[in-house]
């Protein structure tokens, strides 16, 4: 079945929100800014869905969820308490399309290991900030 949508094009109905993409963000703390404009971003140029992974194996993970789920109604947030048990899942997603790694991640190990899990996943990613910082080393 298709429709025509008001730019006058057709479209087709038989598809879902991960027809369109899923974009994984790993959210940092406290700085927020940039992680939530690129959920924005990925709303506006038509992803099917976003995910916002907060660390929240410390008190501050639980702050920083507040904030990314309070700030963006259309982003899910994803608590990861650990890299193996949560974040290897999510990398594992085959409707996951994109990650983006690195504003407001940090600067360390603990970033440098996320982001060489992302780029390992075979998956699109973006590479930005805190984890360029700490690959330049």
């Known amino acids: ?13 038989n598809f879902n929100k991960f027809s369109r993409g899923h974009a994984l963000i790993w959210g940092g703390w406290p700085t927020t800014g940039a992680a939530r404009m ?3 971003a990925t709303a506006r140029v038509g ?7 907060v660390d929240a194996s410390t008190k501050s993970g639980d702050a920083a ?3 990314y789920a309070s700030s963006l109604l259309s982003t899910m947030v994803n608590p990861i ?7 290897a899942p999510l990398l594992n997603d085959k409707r996951i399309t994109a990650v983006l790694i690195g504003p407001g991640a ?7 290991s ?17 984890c360029l910082l ?3 080393d």
């Not at 992803?47 to 992974?53: D, F, V, Y």
């Not at 308490?81 to 974040?87: A, K, Q, T």
């Open 1 to 13: 079945m298709c429709i025509r949508d008001s730019g006058g094009g057709v479209q087709n109905l």
């Open 38 to 40: 690129a959920a924005q």
């Open 47 to 53: 992803s099917g869905l976003t995910t916002i992974a």
């Open 65 to 67: 969820m507040t904030v």
């Open 81 to 87: 308490v650990s890299d193996e048990e949560d974040l």
């Open 106 to 112: 940090g600067v360390g190990p603990k970033t440098a």
């Open 114 to 130: 996320r982001t060489l899990q992302m780029l390992k996943s075979g998956k699109s990613v973006v590479l930005d900030a805190d």
């Open 134 to 136: 700490y690959t330049s």
